[in-house]
Antibody
Framework: QVQLVESGGGVVQPGRSLRLSCAASGFTFSTYAMHWVRQAPGKGLEWVAFISYDETTKYYADSVKGRFTISRDNSKNTLYLQMNSQRAEDTAVYYC??????????????WGQGTLVTVSS | EIVLTQSPGTLSLSPGERATLSCRASQSVSSNYLAWYQQKPGQAPRLLIYGASSRATGIPERFSGSGSGTDFTLTISRLEPEDFAVYYCQQYGSSPLTFGGGTKVEI
């Protein structure tokens, strides 16, 4: 069965960096596009970033553009989110989610359990 | 950016009753690219419906989606105890991908 396991969350000071990972199993990771979606405590869902199966296409929400970078290592079945210049408003549970297709259908077919990032001094 | 407005904010119902959740878009959603998700406390969201009316794998028939253009509806025909949760709609017809604010279905 499809499994997505996020890691790398924690407490980070404003302006610092953090890298999240998402380990995928139960499917052929290299043939699916992937996303990051976040949820601030007690709030709704916000799409963060998209990457196609072969990394040739990447999209970002305006709120993170220029600060966050999505990437993947298909040899390791792992998705990443490099988060730089963190702000208090980046505090959220970050979910990785699988797209139904290679190049993007842009909805979220399977989700991981999420990892909490807290930006605080 | 397409803004999705979900109503009501909270729906108070009993098991066995019918639930009707609304999602209204600020502009037409291209090709009816509208999905619905269910989220229970402390859990990740789960895909219920995509393409406005197609049920995802393993989703019970009591869940159905309808609508087009700017008005979409998620209907739960007879509420089961495990259906009490928060429901989100999401449009994927244009960038950026956006979610509605959610509807909480409570007992």
């Amino acid at each position: 069965q499809v499994q997505l396991v996020e890691s790398g969350g924690g407490v980070v000071q404003p302006g610092r960096s953090l890298r999240l990972s998402c380990a995928a199993s139960g499917f052929t990771f290299s043939t699916y596009a992937m996303h990051w979606v976040r949820q601030a405590p007690g709030k709704g869902l916000e799409w963060v970033a998209f990457i196609s199966y072969d990394e040739t296409t990447k999209y970002y929400a305006d709120s993170v553009k220029g600060r966050f970078t999505i990437s993947r290592d298909n040899s390791k079945n792992t998705l990443y989110l490099q988060m730089n210049s963190q702000r208090a408003e980046d505090t959220a549970v970050y979910y990785c989610a699988r797209d139904p297709s290679q190049s993007g259908s842009y909805y979220f077919q399977y989700w991981g359990q999420g990892t909490l990032v807290t930006v605080s001094s | 950016e397409i803004v999705l407005t979900q109503s009501p904010g909270t729906l108070s119902l009993s098991p066995g009753e019918r639930a009707t959740l609304s999602c209204r878009a600020s502009q037409s959603v291209s090709s009816n690219y509208l999905a619905w998700y269910q989220q229970k406390p402390g859990q990740a969201p789960r895909l219920l419906i995509y393409g406005a009316s197609s049920r995802a794998t393993g989703i019970p028939e009591r869940f159905s989606g309808s609508g087009s253009g700017t008005d979409f509806t998620l209907t739960i025909s007879r509420l089961e105890p495990e259906d009490f949760a928060v429901y989100y709609c999401q449009q994927y017809g244009s960038s950026p991908l956006t979610f509605g604010g959610g509807t909480k279905v409570e007992i």
